[in-house]
């Protein structure tokens, strides 16, 4: 079901969400491919295969397109069904879950947001079917939703546009969001160019050691929060 809020005032403040570690408790489009490379044991074996090679790259900004798109690959290839079927049957079977890896005060943040009439956006690494159908689960699916553009590769789907970094600043623009961003929500250091495009950045469950590159690199004060991740930095939120 899908809460009701006013739409976005005409004069509304664009503000920008990342999804996972910022509203999920977890990386949302690894839990995904991991299902679907689990699905069957020729699946399992070829991403062993790739692993050695694929892995490394997934560590590197410059190479994490083509590390991440290898698993993808493996989850995919000679698959029949639309990428949207897969991804509402997965968030189908583990319904229960994915709402409880959802950060209560994220969503009550993002909910404020909206009911003020904000302009609210998620942008996420995520493939923004995912983190759309995850959204619902908590009545937000209808919230516009920036992410990682998947497409046909040799037999399966890989990712074409990977929503991230500075390419998400790009995607967003591209999208028709051309206003300042007012504020900005991220855990991660990959998301510095929109937390240092925005008025007002808050990081948002960091990893610990990353804690004093963002008070370093951001405005002084910047919020830095922990909404409810395990492990991760910030300050804690009742």
């Known amino acids: 079901m899908t809460a009701t809020y006013p739409p976005p005032r005409?004069?509304?403040?664009?503000?920008?969400?990342?999804?996972?570690?910022?509203?999920?408790d977890g990386d949302s489009g690894t839990h995904l491919f991991r299902w679907?490379?689990?699905?069957?044991?020729?699946?399992?074996?070829?991403?062993l295969l790739l692993a050695p090679f694929a892995g490394p790259?997934?560590?590197?900004?410059?190479?994490?397109?083509?590390?991440?798109?290898a698993f993808v690959w493996a989850g995919?290839?000679?698959?029949?069904?639309?990428?949207?079927?897969?991804?509402?049957?997965?968030?189908?079977?583990?319904?229960?879950?994915?709402?409880?890896?959802?950060?209560?005060?994220g969503l009550e943040v993002f909910a404020r947001h909206r009911a003020a009439g904000d302009c609210v956006v998620v942008a996420t690494g995520a493939p923004p079917e995912l983190a759309r159908a995850i959204l619902a689960l908590a009545g937000h699916g209808d919230v516009p939703v920036i992410g990682t553009l998947l497409g046909q590769r040799l037999g399966g789907m890989g990712a074409r546009r990977h929503c991230h970094h500075a390419m998400k600043m790009t995607?967003?623009?591209?999208a028709g969001y051309t206003q300042p961003v007012a504020q900005a929500y991220s855990d991660s250091s990959a998301d510095l160019?929109?937390?240092?495009?925005a008025a007002q950045p808050v990081v948002v469950n960091p990893?610990?050691?990353?804690?004093a590159m963002f008070r370093r690199v951001l405005p002084p004060g910047t919020p830095i929060l922990n909404w409810?991740?395990?492990?991760?930095g910030g300050e804690a939120v009742a």
């Open 76 to 105: 995919t290839v000679c698959e029949r069904a639309p990428l949207d079927a897969l991804i509402d049957c997965y968030v189908a079977l583990h319904a229960e879950a994915l709402r409880a890896r959802l950060l209560p005060v």
């Open 228 to 232: 409810g991740c395990p492990g991760r």
């Open 10 to 24: 005409d004069d509304a403040p664009l503000v920008v969400f990342d999804f996972d570690h910022t509203l999920y």
């Open 193 to 197: 160019p929109l937390l240092q495009a």
């Open 171 to 174: 995607m967003l623009r591209a």
């Open 36 to 47: 679907l490379i689990m699905r069957a044991w020729w699946r399992r074996l070829l991403a």
């Open 207 to 211: 990893k610990r050691a990353r804690v």
């Open 57 to 69: 790259l997934v560590a590197f900004l410059p190479t994490r397109r083509a590390g991440i798109s």
